[in-house]
């Protein structure tokens, strides 16, 4: 895999012109752009369709957490989409990841194409310890234990692949194989700021880590050159 590919660039912009325009410039730069809750709620499920139209892979972010029937049924509608990567949240359980990867599935198999890459959110990066047992109410067992549970869990139920921290990428791999996907948002170039992630690491760590993709938004979005900036970030995935 090209290190271009492993990028996917967050679009977590308000508007479908925002979007588009980035994602007409950057196409042939990135692996994929990822569609959020905030671009997806303002542009709608037709985002999908122009950016594909621009030559551009969508990662569907909406984060799916509901009863398995509602959770598969939205699935079903997200593959029809043609998308190349959709979430869940592993904290909805094992049916309802279960009944969500074999619809996928299922309604790729009836259109005649192949299934996108479906992923478990494990524990949000702006989740840290403190947060997982005072919030979350999950004492007595750290942010890594939990996540790598989670990620067998979801490898158990034909999910592809996990949304994790860099920080868990190397425990993950080495508890799920080397065929399960590692997707690792909380990257940041040694240039850019922190911003409101805990759990961060630079691309090329988390590359030498074992992660396949990496989720990286404002460095690049809100660069002065954006296309200055996903250059910068490839230089340093290769070097």
Known sequence: MQAKDRIILALDVDTEKEALKLAERLSNQVGAFKVGMQLFNSAGPQIVDSIHKLGGRVFV??????????????????????????????????????????????????LGGSAPITLAVTVLTSIGQQELEQD??????????????????????????????????SAIRLACGPEFK?????????????????????????????????????????????LQAVKKIIEELED
């Open 182 to 226: 590692i997707v690792t948002p909380g990257i940041r170039p040694v240039w850019a700021a922190a911003n409101d992630q805990k759990r961060i690491t630079t691309p090329r760590d988390a590359l030498d880590l074992g992660a396949d993709y990496m989720v990286i938004g404002r460095p690049i979005t809100h660069a002065e050159d954006p």
């Open 61 to 110: 972010d909406l984060k799916f957490h509901d009863i398995p029937n509602t959770v598969a049924a939205a699935g079903r509608v997200i593959t029809r989409l043609g998308c190349h990567m959709f979430n869940v949240h592993a904290a909805g359980g094992r049916e309802m990841m279960k009944a969500v990867a074999d619809a996928s599935h299922d309604e790729a198999a009836k």
């Open 136 to 169: 979350m109410l999950i004492a007595g067992l750290p942010v890594e234990q939990v996540v790598v549970k989670w990620a067998l869990m979801a490898r158990e139920c034909g999910i592809s692949g996990v949304v994790c921290s860099p920080k868990e990428i």
